[in-house]
T-cell receptor, first 116, second 116 residues
Framework: GAGVSQSPRYKVAKRGQDVALRCDPI?????LFWYQQALGQGPEFLTY????????KSGLPSDRFFAERPEGSVSTLKIQRTQQEDSAVYLC??????????????FGPGTRLTVL | AQTVTQSQPEMSVQEAETVTLSCTYD???????LFWYKQPPSRQMILVIR????KQQNATENRFSVNFQKAAKSFSLKISDSQLGDTAMYFC?????????????WGLGTSLAVNP
């Protein structure tokens, strides 16, 4: 079946612009995660959804970052008034349910955001 | 605090040889899952292998195997018969099973180059 997809794959924004990044998880997957990966670094957790409920948003760096998953499927990560330090690859991952083998997270290709 | 340490930022190996990537972690949890993910230059994060902490038997997946030492909190990855396609960043990560939080705790990664 289809894997996790993300769009756009690349986004260039001018400082101060708002951006919206989309994630389509694997069909039927309950859990959805957003990570931020700076160049040469490991992923950093941003936020986590179980169905439409946002259970953890402790990793969102500021109130300019907002994520939603209104119908428990597709998710959007929105960044308002982008800053240069927001430049990174944004990874989305999904997993079937919590617990056991279902805890394995499957990743999308990422969206590379460059803020000029 | 829960942390993952990968002490080898870069490694190289000759094609067809064996290489071991190290990972140590720190957690007060008794039950958790451990993962090795691979991220080739194309940046798609791919699961290599996973290990349940309650299982003493080391996980294997074709040419990939782990040496899991729970008391030492060590989780190394062995790649046998290295292939050029194994060139990638390798990340060690874990998820505690307690609670609702399913976020992965990541190491900084090891960049592996397989040389012809």
């Amino acid at each position: 079946g289809a894997g996790v997809s993300q769009s756009p794959r690349y986004k260039v924004a001018k400082r101060g612009q708002d951006v919206a990044l989309r994630c389509d998880p694997i069909s039927g997957h309950v859990s959805l995660f957003w990570y931020q990966q700076a160049l040469g670094q490991g992923p950093e957790f941003l936020t986590y959804f179980q169905n439409e409920a946002q259970l953890d948003k402790s990793g969102l760096p500021s109130d300019r970052f907002f994520a939603e998953r209104p119908e428990g499927s597709v998710s959007t990560l929105k960044i308002q008034r982008t800053q240069q330090e927001d430049s990174a690859v944004y990874l989305c991952a999904s997993s079937p349910v919590a617990g056991g083998h279902q805890d394995t997270q499957y990743f999308g290709p990422g969206t590379r955001l460059t803020v000029l | 605090a829960q942390t993952v340490t990968q002490s080898q930022p870069e490694m190289s190996v000759q094609e067809a040889e064996t290489v071991t990537l190290s990972c140590t972690y720190d957690t007060s949890e008794s039950n958790y899952y451990l993962f090795w993910y691979k991220q080739p230059p194309s940046r798609q994060m791919i699961l290599v292998i996973r290990q349940e902490a309650y299982k003493q038997q080391n996980a294997t997946e074709n040419r990939f195997s782990v040496n899991f030492q729970k008391a030492a909190k060590s989780f190394s990855l062995k790649i046998s018969d290295s292939q050029l396609g194994d060139t990638a960043m390798y990340f060690c990560a874990f998820i505690p099973t307690a609670g609702n939080n399913r976020k992965l705790i990541w190491g900084l990664g090891t960049s592996l180059a397989v040389n012809p």
